[in-house]
């Protein structure tokens, strides 16, 4: 029992009636009036600090265990104190997870990253492996311009009065039909076989003009044959007109009338040769274009 | 964990209050190891020293604080607030008992009278205290808690009068008109005497 000199309490345990002075007399006075009654509970209450107090009772250690587990399972049910003091707990903590998670996932995004890093460093920083920089450097430009330049077709220049070529591979396509002319010429630096660059440019086929007389017979002399044989002069002219009239029956025809037709012949001829030359500058203007474009 | 648990030793009991209502068990833990058996031996003294109803009643007590743990009155002091709480869960209990009394009303009475007539007959500390618990038990239910609080609890008159809600005034004039009656009542036990008796060689 734990009193102060302002409890009356603590003069009944400390000093008996005889003792106490005026000022204490007169403030004990005011709930004690007798000194038998002062005297009695004196009495009493040092009866009961001198008798040791009956043994407490201790609490069960089950009993604390089950109200730790209902406070853990009511502070997330709706019954438990206010709805807003139960927010205000989940929020807080749920802020508090949520930088915790924050944290440490960018800590392990970071590992992770590293590690990439880590494992990749050859194909980011050594250039053997960078494609990229296989792209920046000149020399794997230039080589690769030769490789392209080496499967590009040559172009020939050819001066068609001298004949001289500049050899180069050509591709052959096929004729599409009698505007196009495309075909292939052997590379013959003595022959007088022209090389021809194949384009996709339509050219002006090489026409012949004939006259009423051999009509039929040029008709059947396709364009692919005269540039095949590549050029003609007159004799070999007249020889393949003469096996055509042959074929075709005018081989009875009189000397006039074959002189007619030789006339007519080389004029053809002439005139695919000059068609030829024509074409062959025209095709010489586009060539140069070609290879200027690449 | 030991440092939380060293933290929360040097929290006040409000300090500890508010940190229930906000949801922590640990706070809780420190408050039912402080008020656990202080409650269980009020409850053993106010319920006819029956240990049974005593753990009842404080578990119960506790229980109220988890479910509502927003009623406590922070103007007033914690210690003052859960003795008002057991002190309305006895008041209940002995509604309950007067209606009961007529059946079983012999049992503590019986009790008290025979232990009366041997009072007188052996000086024995354990006999006193017996008979202490049984004048209690015999005094209103207003004078015995008024006792109680004061001299086995240790609270302050103002803190009794706030467990209470009656005036300090009240409260003095309860305590020593318990002390009186009592006295009266166990004279027999005056430790003086006893005392000189002993030395005296009388018994």
């Known amino acids: ?140 430009v230039e080589e690769k311009n030769k490789e392209l330049s080496s499967n590009k077709e040559n172009i020939a220049e050819v001066d068609m009065d001298n004949e001289t070529e500049s050899t180069i591979e050509y591709e052959e396509n096929e004729l599409l039909d009698n505007n196009e002319v495309a075909t292939i010429i052997e590379e013959d630096s003595e022959s007088s076989s022209i090389n021809r660059e194949e384009t996709s440019l339509e050219y002006k086929t090489i026409t012949s003009q004939p006259s009423a007389g051999n009509q039929l017979a040029l008709n059947e002399v396709t364009e692919k044959e005269i540039i095949a044989e590549g050029s003609f002069d007159d004799s070999e002219v007249i020889a393949f007109a003469d096996e055509v009239a042959e074929e075709s029956g005018f081989a009875n025809l009189s000397d006039k009338d074959l002189t007619s037709m030789k006339v007519s012949t080389s004029a053809a001829s002439s005139t695919i040769v000059t068609s030829e030359s024509q074409s062959l500058e025209g095709d010489k203007e586009m060539i140069d274009l070609f290879y200027t474009a690449l | 964990m030991k440092l939380n648990k ?37 409850f053993y003294r106010m319920l006819w020293q029956d240990k049974l109803k005593a753990e009842d009643f404080m578990q119960e007590l506790f229980t109220k604080i988890i479910q509502k743990p927003h009623l406590f009155n922070s103007k007033l002091k914690f210690k003052t607030w859960i003795f008002s709480i057991a002190n309305n ?22 009790i008290i009278g025979e232990d009366a007539s041997d009072a007188v007959k052996k000086v024995d500390q354990s006999l006193f205290n017996k008979r202490l618990k049984e004048e209690l038990n015999l005094l209103s239910e207003s004078h015995k808690q008024v006792f109680i609080l004061r001299f086995k609890q240790g609270l302050s008159l103002k803190e009794i009068a706030d467990v209470l809600d009656v005036s300090e005034g009240t409260v003095k004039s309860r305590v020593f008109y318990t002390l009186k009656k009592l006295s009266a009542n166990l004279k027999e036990f005056n430790p003086i005497a006893i005392s000189v008796a002993l030395i005296l060689g009388i018994f």
């Not at chain 2, 508010?18 to 009020?42: C, H, I, Q, W």
């Open chain 1, 1 to 140: 029992m734990n009193f102060n000199e302002n409890d009356i309490e603590y003069y009944l345990l400390t000093k008996e009636y005889t003792s106490l002075s005026s000022k204490e007399l007169e403030f004990v006075k005011e709930a004690i009036p007798t000194e038998e009654e002062y005297n009695s509970m004196r009495q009493l209450l040092l009866a009961m600090e001198e008798v040791p107090l009956e043994d407490e009772l201790t609490p069960n250690p089950e009993i604390k265990d089950s109200l730790v587990t209902a406070f853990e399972k009511a502070r997330w049910e709706k019954g438990v104190g206010t709805k807003e003091a139960a927010k205000v707990v989940s929020i807080n903590q749920e802020k508090d997870n949520r930088k915790k998670g924050v944290f440490w996932f960018s800590i392990a995004a970071s590992i992770v990253l590293l590690i990439g890093l880590f494992l990749n460093r050859e194909y980011l920083f050594l250039p053997e492996n960078n494609q990229l920089a296989m792209l920046d450097e000149p020399k794997n």
């Open chain 2, 6 to 42: 060293q933290a929360y030793t040097t929290y006040t009991d409000e300090q500890l209050m508010d940190e229930v209502v906000k949801g922590n068990s640990r706070a809780f833990t420190e408050l039912y190891d402080r008020y656990s058996k202080p409650m269980l031996n009020y």
């Open chain 2, 89 to 110: 869960m006895c008041k209940n209990e002995y509604r309950k008992q007067e209606v009961r009394k007529g059946s079983n009303n012999d049992l503590h009475e019986n």
